[in-house]
């Protein structure tokens, strides 16, 4: 068969080895037209390597076949480039596909373009000649015509996507070797050798490295049963035709003299050429394919179940880079992601702790728009040739190239583009492996969904913290917070202020709800940059900001809020409309731990200051602990001696009444006023929260104005129901208390003075410190005066036994704390017995 017949059966087996390899491929239009490529290479080679061999059905048959595919090529090559740069096919295909077809049909009929060749007998073997004639002609202006009207396409669309050149390298390289090849046969030193089918061989090569750079195809297909077996039926089939003859003669066997035992023998060899074949390529492709592909699934998997347990942004973020680095041969990571739309992507985490995080990549970027407009990682080698790369500044680029980028990927929450990952090379590599764009794009899409719900996530949690109006935390988080940084700041100090807007109800009367509303935002705006990372700012209430600032002492915490107050009061002197009334706010300033031992006490501090504030003539700070006011004669203490002298009538109007229905409850509460100061200095408590005490001790049981006399003065066991008539007086008083405003700082104390330490008390069964102090103290001189008192149902406790019932329930009625300290003073005469009136 000669040399040229031999090259040209490799080339036919590697092109139905391709042929195989793309019939098991994923179908598209591109793939489509490469199978028409490979027809018409199969057709031409094939059909020259069997009219050389002389098979059946005959050399012209063969010549047929392989003309037909040399006349194809052109239009297998025309449908393939316009595929691969996404154009329609023309009509001008058609009309050269028709023309040839003609052309080819009257030739076969009667030869008048090309004549089949004459095979001449030579010593060595025989060859074929061919007897051109000026007719060929008719062949080739067709051809030559056809292919500039390629061309000019070809240069089209280039011109319209420059991306598109890098593409097509490889498809034109493989075009001027195909073109190359069949010029050099021209050629004497080529003669005799098979260069056209050689350059056909490199061709489709060339063309299928395109696909895989286009990331059309993948190897791991190489993996498929059916391809196996081809391939092995390929390879036997070239390897069976070279050791036949050396079988013949080692067997000493003719196909003429025993037809029955040639053919079973040969057909055995065949069949073991055939299993060796096909067990080497299967051990071979999952030597080399498989179990890599194998180990990215498993890392995959790995990497989906663990960022599918957590919605740790930073978490995502990590387990992103690491997969990343494990799968494939890159040098550094970076991640930028964008914190709100309009701004730039900063860098937030990196695979080296090292790495210069403190780069951003503009929203504008024509690489950030690329890539919200494409699913798919950006190639940098690639994007280099588009216009959008050109587009970009020059020290984008220098940034870019300094860093060696390599690709560049997208992480999508729905529509918008989140973040993007740079993925640079080592400067020496410059291999691009374009399996790893199809595994960048499998890992970013997984950490894009888990980015959205760690987001969502976040979002809610936000939602869930912040004021909707203000944007500051809400009252039940700054709770949590508050608890926090009390735990945290426990050996050092912890400043709370509340900023109470002074008349805000008469602020909407006079300018409307909505401008209400942007008058609480700007506050808030105000007091959030003057906190700035220095503290928390919440919105308390609906016109009430509290400041909680860890590490602050109360001179520093004054300061601040002077500062705030400041902003406050001129933050509308720009508007000739807002005249009528002045933002003035009332700001109530404590820290621990020294004015508070517990968070409940510390809010409370900050609550009566406010109070005092307001009842002051409002538009003040009150900066609540009297060590530190009697230390510094800086700040300016307020003179309180009148500060209740308003309220005294109406406290007083309050007690006659409740004389006049029942003198005992009258001289009870008088009593426990007494018990209950006089513990609050025992205590060290300042003069507010002592007057404070006094003035919910008289009120503590006004609700019994309410219940009938005959269940108040009833010597025997009260039954169940009137029982809870008794109960009831505690939410009694708070109704009639709630409806004096300048009273209602006594109400913690009032609601809570029949609760007990262990939580069994009434009416909301809290426990422990939870239970206000100033409610605390009333509990235990309540009980006091209640043992040592005569009543219509029992006779008066002697001192020493009721001394011994409060000992007894310290920690269960009583908190422990405060009864020592009573008993302490019973003991030293600090509190005296009070003597029963005479009935």
């Known amino acids: 068969m000669g040399t040229y017949g031999y090259i040209s059966i490799i080339a036919m087996l590697c092109y139905g080895f391709l042929l195989l390899m793309f019939l098991t491929a994923k179908k598209n239009k591109i793939i489509n037209s490469f199978l028409v490529v490979l027809l018409g290479l199969l057709f031409w080679t094939g059909g020259s390597a069997f009219m050389r061999a002389q098979f059946w059905p005959g050399c012209e048959f063969w010549y047929q076949v392989s003309l037909l595919g040399i006349l194809l090529l052109p239009y297998a090559y025309y449908r393939f480039i316009l595929a691969f740069g996404g154009v329609r096919n023309g009509s001008v295909g058609r009309i050269y596909l028709v023309t040839m077809l003609i052309c080819f049909w009257v030739n076969a009929q009667f030869g008048v373009f090309l004549e089949s060749p004459k095979m001449i007998e030579k010593r060595g073997g025989q060859t074929f000649v061919y007897e051109i004639n000026p007719s060929i002609i008719v062949f080739f202006i067709p051809a030559g015509l056809f292919l500039i009207h390629l061309f000019v396409i070809l240069v089209r669309i280039c011109k319209e996507n420059p991306t598109m050149k890098v593409q097509y390298e490889p498809v034109m390289m493989g075009v001027l070797a195909l073109f190359f090849g069949n010029a050099f046969l021209g050629i004497p030193f080529f003669s005799g050798f098979p260069i056209d089918i050689l350059s056909g061989v490199v061709n489709v090569f060339l063309l299928f490295y395109a696909l895989i750079r286009r990331r059309l195809f993948r190897l791991q297909m190489l993996a498929s049963p059916s391809l196996c077996y081809g391939v092995g039926f390929l390879f036997s089939v070239l390897v069976f035709l070279n050791i036949m003859p050396f079988l013949q003669k080692i067997l000493h066997m003719q196909p003429d003299n025993n037809i029955t035992m040639y053919t079973l023998v040969f057909a055995i060899a065949f069949l073991i050429t055939y299993a060796i074949f096909t067990y080497l390529w299967k051990l071979l492709i999952r030597s080399v394919f498989v179990r890599e592909e194998n180990h990215q699934a498993e890392k995959l998997r790995k990497f989906n179940s663990a960022i599918s347990k957590t919605l740790d942004l930073q978490e995502i973020l990590d387990r992103t880079i690491r997969v990343m680095k494990e799968l494939m041969d890159v040098g550094n990571i970076y991640i930028c992601m964008q914190k709100a739309p309009g701004e730039a992507y900063c860098g937030v985490a990196s695979d080296q702790p090292l790495n210069d995080l403190a780069f951003s990549l503009e929203e504008e970027n024509p690489m950030i728009q690329w890539l919200k407009d494409h699913e798919e990682p950006l190639v940098y080698r690639d994007f280099r040739y588009s216009v959008e790369y050109k587009s970009m500044w020059e020290e984008e680029k220098h940034h870019l190239d300094k860093k060696h980028t390599r690709y560049c990927a997208g992480l999508k929450d729905g529509d918008t583009l989140a973040g993007v990952i740079l993925i640079t090379a080592d400067s020496g590599k410059k291999r691009l492996v374009y399996d790893e764009v199809e595994l960048i794009s499998n890992i970013t899409s997984v950490a894009s969904i888990a980015i959205k719900n760690a987001r969502m996530y976040e979002k809610a949690c936000i939602e869930a913290r912040t004021d909707e109006m203000t944007g500051l935390l809400n009252r039940k988080y700054f709770h949590e917070v508050l608890h926090e940084e009390f735990e945290k700041n426990k050996d050092g100090s912890l400043a709370l202020a509340l900023i109470n807007v002074d008349d805000f109800k008469l602020y909407n009367q006079l300018y409307g709800l909505k401008e209400g509303d942007l008058c609480l935002q700007h506050i808030a705006k105000i007091i959030q940059s003057s906190v700035g990372e220095n503290g928390y700012a919440a919105r308390y209430g609906g016109k009430e900001y509290a400041v909680l600032l860890p590490g602050y002492d109360l001179f520093s915490a004054r300061n601040l809020v002077e500062s705030i107050e400041k902003q406050i009061s001129v933050m509308n002197n720009c508007r000739t ?24 006490e510390l809010m409370e501090n900050v609550d009566l200051a406010v109070y005092h504030v307001k009842h002051s003539g409002k538009n003040g700070i009150q900066v609540f602990d009297t060590m530190f006011r009697n230390a510094n004669k800086n700040i300016v203490s307020t003179n309180r001696a009148h500060i209740y002298q308003e309220y005294e009538s109406t406290i007083y109007a309050l007690t006659a009444a409740i004389d006049a ?102 009416p909301r069964r809290i426990a422990g410190e939870d239970i206000p102090l100033t409610a605390r103290i009333l509990c ?59 009935s």
Do not use: W
């Open 577 to 600: 409309d807002m005249k009528l009334k002045a933002i003035t706010v009332s700001v109530g300033i404590s820290a621990a731990p020294y004015a508070a031992k517990n968070v409940k």
């Open 661 to 762: 229905k029942d003198h005992y409850t009258f001289s009870h509460s008088t009593n426990v006023a007494y018990y209950a100061t006089a513990l609050a200095t025992a205590l060290g408590m300042n003069e507010d929260m002592v007057e404070i005490i006094r003035q919910a001790a008289l009120l503590h049981d006004v609700g019994k104005i309410g219940i009938p006399e005959y269940v108040l003065n009833k010597a025997d066991k009260l039954t169940d129901d009137e029982y809870e008539t008794i109960k009831g007086h505690v939410e009694s008083s708070i109704d009639i208390i709630r409806h004096l405003p300048s009273l209602d700082y006594v109400i913690p104390a009032v609601i809570g003075h029949h609760e007990r330490y262990d939580g069994k008390g009434y």
């Open 780 to 838: 235990v001189a309540d009980s006091f005066d209640a043992m040592t008192s005569k009543r219509c149902y029992k006779k008066a406790f002697p001192l020493n036994v009721a001394r011994e019932k409060l000992l007894q329930d310290a920690g269960k009625q009583f908190d422990p704390d405060l009864v020592y300290k009573f008993v302490e003073c019973l003991d030293n005469g600090t509190i005296t017995l009070v003597k029963a009136e005479e």
